[in-house]
Structures are given as structure tokens and as C-alpha cells.
């Protein structure tokens, strides 16, 4: 009710890829153990997050999956946390409406933090997530050159590296710094 503006400057995106691309900060909501844990947030913490990397004026993103079945694991491995929020272990999933009202509620208490509370912003801003997607395709193709991957453990030793580097939120120099190592394992392997 009264959130006419907001409906009418929704933007709507062909993928996930394009809607996350301009952020520095992408977290996926999501009930569900996954075989290989992201680093997860608690809502709090989250919210924290999501504003103080935001104060700047750069766009971050809280990323839900459908109703029915939330995120899928290629579309978490995108975000660079997961948001889980705690409830009890029979029913530990909240149906969307819930979910977004729940953590939409700790980012409006957070945005009411005063500044000296609130979580520290990086000292350099973490890699846009449309530049992390860059590195990912170029390290896949790094590993390919090489022989690295095995049959069918290739998306699980994808999965697991992007968590890697999603937990080290490079900057842009330092991805600078992980391309060029990358050309040099693609060039000696040719």
C-alpha cells in the first residue's frame, strides 16, 4: 500500500547476471543447507551490510528465489553471501512474502543505525559482481587449458571456487592482479 513510485522505477532484467551486474554486494536469501556451505549472514548482520555498503551510493542486492523453490544453487554461487534466517529447524522455510518482509524490516532498523555502529565498509570497494562473472569465465578457461577439471566434479570445483574468491571480495586491483596470473597459466599451457 502507497509504494506506487517504487513499482513504477522497478526494473526488470533477463537474468541474474544483468540484474547483479553493478554491484559490489549480492546476497541470496535462502533457508536450505546446501552440500557445500556458502558464508552465510544472519538477517542483522545482513541488513548491516547491505547499508553500510550502500551509504555510498553504490547499488548492492538482496536476491530471492521463487516461491516454490527458492534459489537454485547456480544462482546463490552468484550472490557473495547467503542470508539465512533462523526459525525453527521443522519448518525453517518462510514463504517469500515473510522472507522479504522480515529482512526489509532489519534493513529499515539498520538504515536507523548510527553511522559510528554500523558495519565497516571495505577500505577499497570490492569488484562489481559483473567483473567477478568476467574472472570466473576466465579462470574456467584457465583450468580448462590445463586439464584441471575431472568429469563430474567440474561444477562442484566451480561452485567451490567461486565461494573461494566471493569470500575475499577482491578488488579491482587484485583481480587485475588474478587475470594476469590467469593469462600466464592459459599462454605456458599452449
Known sequence: MGAKDLLEKARVFESLEEAIGDCRLAI?????????????????????RLVGEAADGEPTALVFGPERTGLANRELDQCTFQVRIPANEAFSSLNLGAAVQL???????????????????????????????????????????????EGEMREV?????????????????????????????????Q
Open 103 to 149: 529482512l526489509c524490516y532489519e534493513i529499515f532498523m539498520a538504515s536507523r543505525t548510527p553511522e559510528e555502529e554500523a558495519v565497516a565498509r571495505p577500505k577499497e570497494k570490492p569488484s562489481l559482481q559483473i567483473e567477478m562473472d568476467h574472472f570466473y569465465d576466465h579462470l574456467e578457461r584457465a583450468l580448462d587449458s590445463r586439464g584441471y577439471f
Open 157 to 189: 570445483t566451480l561452485s567451490k571456487l567461486r565461494r573461494l574468491f566471493n569470500r575475499g571480495r577482491p578488488h579491482s586491483g587484485e583481480l587485475k592482479l588474478l587475470h594476469t596470473m590467469l593469462k600466464m597459466l592459459h599462454k605456458d599451457s
Open 28 to 48: 541470496g536469501s535462502s533457508a536450505r543447507e546446501r552440500s557445500f556451505p556458502h558464508s552465510i549472514l544472519e538477517p542483522r548482520e545482513c541488513a548491516a
